[in-house]
Every structure is written in structure tokens, then in C-alpha cells.
């Protein structure tokens, strides 16, 4: 009597690298089919789609050889992007009008720093007189630049998200007790480090930290700066570390008034010295660090959480 919905396709992007897992909704399921490719230089740049004809040629070979075509896609927009504000609304204005009254306040009461923004809002706090929501805004160009590609690549694009929200998707899920901690989201990947702050199941604060570095896998393989990889590591993970202190301080006092602060660390990513770098942060920062537990992941590998929590995304 009822259709029975297919595999769906689930995409994260970085800027050197692809990672895609199939299945059922929702999550994962032994046997689902994962993997990863690593994306031509320059195909995308502070996340912005910049040579959309080598994703294009990438997404279309995994369709031929994964057997995609027509499959629905959901996918996400690279984190640098996106742009949180805690906005004000009128307290008489029901959900269903919250999206068009925002769209009214751009360039008069919310000052976005690019043009043509998508938006997405979601319910803080309830007032007397105002309401406070958090404002997610992306500029629109770069939605539709990923789309059309994807379209062109054979595969239908339903929804987009963030692989911040998605990561903290998963854990919540496995960690609901703990939507009261101030967590700090630390997305360690090869391409940077991507700093989430989330309180009561909401991303309240996100910072792409800029180093000396740059891509420190870049740095690897041209043998820039240092001789030993020990050093360059070294280096690299003192300038981050140096970071989130900043990044936490200012959480503090400029986010939370200096009523809060971050209670808990979430780290996951590519980077292959994840343990090292969880062991650092404890000790400098004095202050509990997690990651996904194991049996949570099934057979995906760590680097694989963000796409499990996209896969998680209700439609």
C-alpha cells in the first residue's frame, strides 16, 4: 500500500575531502556502504563552491560506480559560513511567521554580512512582550552553487545542514542528560579546526580559528616551516590549543556575561592524532574531553561521526 522510501545519500563536505555514507533513514545500519575521496585543490575555499565542474566530476563518478542516480541527497554546507544571532520578535507572532517577519528585518534591524541570506530560526526563550530565537543565516548564492551541482551530478538534494548540528545531533541522542552543559563542539579535522558552542540542544556561538598554518596537511607534504613532523604537529597543536583558550574566554564573558562557561569538550574529526589532542586538553585546560564512544560508531570509523549524525536528520 505504501512506498517504501530507499537509501538515501548523506554527504559531508570539506574542502579537501568528501565523506558519504547510503542507507535507510535513519541512522546507521550494519552493511550500509561508507567511504571517502579526497576533492581536487581548489574545488572549495572557505566554504565557498569555487570550481563546482571538478565537484560536479567527483559526486557523478561515485553515482556511476555507487548506482545513485536519481537518489535523494542530504548534505552539508561547510560551518565557515553560517552566521548565529540571538534576534528579538514580537511575542504575538505565531511559528509560521517568525521566517517572513525575519526576511522583513534584513538590512533594517539584522545586519548580515553577505547578500541574498537563507534563514532559519529556532525558539531561545519566550517573553512578555518579545521572544528571543536564535537567527541561522547562509548566504543563499552558495546553498544554490552546492545544490545545482549535486542536481548535475545525478542525485535530488532534500536537505542541507551543518556538520556542526549534525555531530551534535548524534550526541545528544546518546547523551540527553547533558543538553544542560555548555559544550564546546571541536571539529579537528586536516582542513582546520572548527569551534561550536551549544547549550540547551542550540549552537550558540561558531568560530573557524585562523593560524599561522593554514592546512596543516599542506604544510606536511610541502615540508614548509619545520623539519620534523614531530615539531609541526607540536607547533601546530600548541597555536590551536591557544585558540580554544581564547575561544573559551570569550564565551564567558562577552557570550554569557560572565555568568557561564564552557563545562565539557566534544572532539572528533579526521585528524589522526585525536588522542593526543584529547590528552593535551585535558591536561592544559582542566576540563572533561569526550568523543563518540565506539559502539556508538558501530563499524564506522571516528571520522565518520559527523555523516552518522546527518543521517539522524528528521525531515
Known sequence: MFKKQGKQVYIILQEKVLRFMTGEPVGFRNGNAYGSIELPQGTIRQGKLEDAGQLIKAVRKLVEEKGWKGR???????????????????????????????????HHMIQLPFEDPILDFEVLEEGEESNTILLVAYPGQRVEAYQQAFKEAGLQPVA????????????????KETSEDHLLLLQWNHSGLILTAFHKEMPLFIRQPQTSFGNLQDHMEQDLFYQEEADRAGAYLEEQLTEIERFM?????????????????????????????????????????VTFRQEIMDELPLAYADVLGLSMKKL
Do not use: C, W
Open 72 to 106: 535523494e541527497l542530504l548534505f552539508t554546507l561547510p560551518d565557515q559560513a553560517v552566521t548565529l544571532r540571538q534576534h528579538q520578535v514580537p511575542k504575538q507572532l505565531k511559528l509560521e511567521e517568525i521566517k517572513p517577519f525575519l526576511y522583513t528585518e534584513i
Open 160 to 175: 542541507a545542514d551543518l556538520a556542526s548540528l549534525s555531530l551534535y545531533r548524534l550526541y545528544i541522542e546518546q547523551n
Open 249 to 289: 574566554d570569550f564565551y564567558r564573558y562577552s557570550v554569557m556575561n560572565g555568568e557561564a562557561g564552557i563545562t565539557k569538550l566534544l572532539v572528533s574529526g579526521d585528524y589522526e592524532n585525536l588522542g593526543d589532542v584529547m590528552n593535551e586538553l585535558r591536561q592544559r585546560l582542566q576540563i572533561e574531553a
